[in-house]
């Protein structure tokens, strides 16, 4: 089986593109760099041992879409491809409009073009309404609070009707609650452009003396101690359950939605001392007013992907902290 990886040179596309080549897959991997950088996909392939098929294309471009696939017999795409930062999309949401949505439009018409109807798609819990209860679970009501988390549901919504109008196509939705980590190999990780706005990331910054201190926004929630509490998941176990996912599509048509996250939850306290222990240090840190409309606690409820696609996620904090700070020690050589 041939698979196209969208966004594949990104940070979950290239820790997947690990995965399925050690389980024998070939892939192509697709992208326009807007978010990514070429120097991620060399050391891919330092990472396989072997050369990767690459496509510099913008999906957006539906010829450009068309003639990868007129070139390689693709048998399954998974999407990861689209603009994902939450502030910017509120200041520039025809952008992502656009660009999400267009592109997934085009991708789907090729696809169903060429004959080619398994598909996984990249989705995230920013589609869930916060006033659901947690844990989070799949049939629970949707209601996202930015343009990102709304072009993340209209694609399912897209998806979803496809999959009822041809009985043909096979569709798995995964929902991921928050990936941190990286590669054990610290040749791929996560590379935010600019301030990050995530906890770890930023996190790691930190810890390598880019930025001055960590900012824990509110120390007052109803948690044990105070700080937001968020499902963390290891991008290589999520990286699995995209494999997991590519297997169910051989056996199930269709869509699906699936969670993916621990199925617990880890305080912005915890992550810190988590953190300090793998870089063996103490760091920074200012406790600052709440953000406007962030939650107490988030995490997955996971039943549904440990009974179909047999998925339980294996890596905890520490490991994932470690693993981060190896990528972050390493990317201060690289210079793509």
Not at 103 to 108: A, F, I, R, V, W
Not at 138 to 164: C, F, R
Not at 203 to 220: E, F, P, R, S, Y
Not at 284 to 300: E, F, K, M, N, S
Request: net charge negative.
């Amino acid at each position: 089986m041939k698979i196209l990886l969208t966004g594949g040179a990104g940070f979950i596309g290239s820790h997947t593109a690990t995965v399925l080549i050690e389980k024998g897959y070939e892939i192509v991997i697709l992208d326009d760099f807007s978010n990514s950088k070429p120097g991620a996909v060399a050391r891919l392939e330092q990472i396989v041992g072997r050369e990767i098929a690459l496509e510099h294309v913008d999906l957006c471009e539906k010829t450009a879409v068309e003639d990868v696939f007129s070139r390689h017999k693709i048998d399954c795409v998974l999407h990861f491809a689209g603009l994902k930062a939450v502030g910017e999309s509120v200041e520039k949401p025809l952008l992502y409009y656009e660009n999400n949505l267009v592109g997934t439009l085009n991708l789907l018409h090729v696809m169903a073009d060429m004959g080619v109807k398994k598909f996984v798609f990249s989705s995230s819990a920013t589609v869930y309404d916060s006033r659901n209860p947690v844990p989070f679970m799949e049939e629970h009501s949707i209601g996202p609070v930015n343009p990102y988390g709304w072009t993340k549901s209209m694609i399912e919504q897209i998806l979803l009707d496809l999959s009822a109008s041809d009985p043909e196509w096979a569709v798995t939705l995964l929902r991921y609650f928050n990936p941190i980590g990286a590669h054990p190999s610290g040749l791929i990780g996560e590379d935010p452009q600019g301030i990050p706005n995530n906890l770890v990331p930023y996190v790691a910054k930190v810890a390598a003396g880019q930025l001055a201190t960590i900012h824990i926004w509110g120390d007052d929630y109803d948690t044990p101690d105070g700080t937001g509490v968020r499902d963390y998941i290891h991008v290589m176990d999520l990286a699995r359950g995209h494999l997991l996912a590519v297997e169910y599509l051989k056996t199930h048509k269709g869509c699906k939605v699936f969670n993916l996250g621990t199925g617990k939850g880890y305080s912005v306290k915890e992550v810190i001392s988590a953190y300090e222990k793998a870089c063996g240090k103490s760091l920074p840190a200012q406790i600052d007013a709440r953000r406007a409309g962030d939650l107490a606690t988030v995490y997955a409820n996971v039943d549904l992907a440990e009974k179909e696609l047999g998925f339980t996620a294996e890596l905890g904090i520490e490991q994932m902290c470690a693993d981060s700070w190896n990528w972050q020690k390493k990317s201060l050589v690289f210079d793509e």
